[in-house]
């Protein structure tokens, strides 16, 4: 390549400058495009837009959650109905101080850190199960399935173990 180079200057300068400049106007929109890059990277959250001013999603309650799954239920939107019962049960759970809810963790993660005695923890591996079956295995949720899961996730509370 540098015989090349030497060559093209010899016999072609013209041509030879033409592409050292060509060249150095890529290097240039490179490092250019670099530095936008990093800065666009490093700048603060609030100049990008997200922070205080950023809206958030309303916290809402347990009974909020039931209220849905009753209102859910009654469209006939029954896996959704489910879900929004499970978020409701988790709820009323750490209201009793059976579990620290968190919307990244899963359903499973629940049974295994809930404190509840062994029957309760049961339980509540078999609803997270059903949950699972209805939501990602395909198994029709019907009414009846959601009644037999409200029932069952409603009788959860009194497995809370002792402090």
């Known amino acids: 390549l ?3 180079l030497v060559r093209l200057q010899e016999n072609h ?3 030879y400058w033409a592409l050292l400049v060509a060249s ?3 290097l240039a929109a490179i490092f250019a495009h670099f530095g936008y890059l990093l800065w666009r990277t490093l700048r603060p959250a609030r100049a990008a837009g997200v922070g205080p001013r950023a809206v958030r999603p309303a916290a809402h309650d347990a ?3 039931l209220g849905q799954t009753a209102r859910l239920r009654a469209e006939g ?3 959704d ?3 929004h019962r499970f978020v409701g049960l988790l709820l009323t759970l750490q209201e ?3 579990v620290v809810f968190r919307p990244w963790k899963t359903p499973a993660e629940y049974v295994r850190e809930a404190r509840l005695d062994a029957p309760g923890r049961v339980e509540l591996g078999e609803l997270v199960s059903a949950l699972y079956a209805h939501l990602f295995g395909g198994a029709p949720c019907t009414g009846p399935d959601v009644d037999a899961f409200d029932h069952r996730a409603g009788g959860l509370v009194a497995h809370i173990a002792p402090r």
Do not use: D, F, Q, S
Request: aromatic share 20%; hydrophobic share 65%; net charge positive.
């Open 81 to 83: 109905a489910l879900a």
């Open 96 to 98: 009793a101080g059976a």
């Open 13 to 15: 300068p013209v041509t």
């Open 63 to 65: 009974a909020w959650y």
């Open 2 to 4: 540098m015989g090349w």
């Open 77 to 79: 939107r029954y896996a």
């Open 24 to 26: 150095l106007i890529v």
